[in-house]
């Protein structure tokens, strides 16, 4: 089977002047290398095309794939990440993880946590900041929690995200709103443990692979996963496997979330628990990083005694067989 490989290249938007902050979803060179051998090594003809502006000659001229590999994030609007998606749909193309109305969807948080909420799954209370008239309609409690709503990689979240006040809510949504051009995310924080689950397959075959707690260390931004936090994890965060009950309900949690955001064949969940141990859906990432050692999916899956071929294996094959394909 040929398959053929989406994704932005971090090194080719920095090259091109991008910063990077901007870049921090974007994959390494190592990362398609990995996916690369793993696909090989499945009996599979890799072939790289790249990102969304590359993929458009390939599919214009006439080039096809038996099934695509898709990692691209994009690079602007709520839709960046359903672009590939949407145009593999447009072509007939078969492809691995979620389509264009999941990515779209679960990239928005504020829409995301609105379909979570009214299907009755636990989720922070939420508002969302479209603009500075907004910040005095916000009537919850507080402490608070604040970051852009379509961002990863914690781009955004800094220890100033946690609000004790109003004055701070003010500042806080006024800089992020000017900094990503996009609405805030404003959220009752959460105190309690915080979890990321890892999700492999489809419909009732979908299941947890594995919980990971995320402990912050003492050199780290404290109370939140930051965006330094995240990028120099090695020092300032243990991940750590678990399995206890609060642990498994917040699996139970992700999963359904899972499900009913219509996500595919693969994803990473965010949890964090209320004062009383109860995980609640903070976020879902269907396009879950893929880097064997620096990725939340891999890490929780190499800590969970699965190696990156299992794993790569698992996604390809629920792709493969959500697409009635013979691999």
Known sequence: MRIGMTYDLRDDYLAA?????E?????????????????RAMGHEPVRIGNVTSLVPHLAAGQRWDLVFNIAEGMYGYGREAQVPALLDAYRIPYVFSG??????????????????????????FAVVSDTRDIGAVKLPFPLFAKPVAEG????????????????????????LA???????????LPGREFTVGIVGNGDQARSIGIMEVILLSDADAEVYSYRNKEFCEQLV?????GDPEALAAAETALACYQVLGCCDAARAD???????RPHFIEINPLAGL????????IIASKHGIDYQQLLDWIVGAAIKRHGLTG
Request: charged share 25%; proline share 6%; glycine share 6%.
């Open 179 to 189: 900094a990503f051009n996009q609405p805030v995310l404003v959220e009752t924080y």
């Open 291 to 298: 880097h064997p050692e620096h990725s939340d999916l891999c």
């Open 238 to 242: 243990e991940y750590r496997a678990v």
């Open 271 to 277: 949890l964090r628990s209320d004062a009383s141990g």
């Open 23 to 39: 870049t921090a979803e974007f994959d390494r060179l190592s990362t398609i290398e990995a996916i690369e051998t793993a696909i």
């Open 153 to 176: 990689t914690g781009k955004g979240v800094t220890p100033a995200s946690k609000i004790s006040d109003a004055e701070m809510l003010e500042a806080s949504c006024t800089e992020l």
């Open 100 to 125: 264009p109305l999941a990515q779209s969807v679960t990239l928005h948080k504020g829409f995301a946590k609105h379909v979570v909420r009214d299907l009755g799954l636990p989720t922070p209370d």
């Open 17 to 21: 002047g991008y910063g990077e902050e």
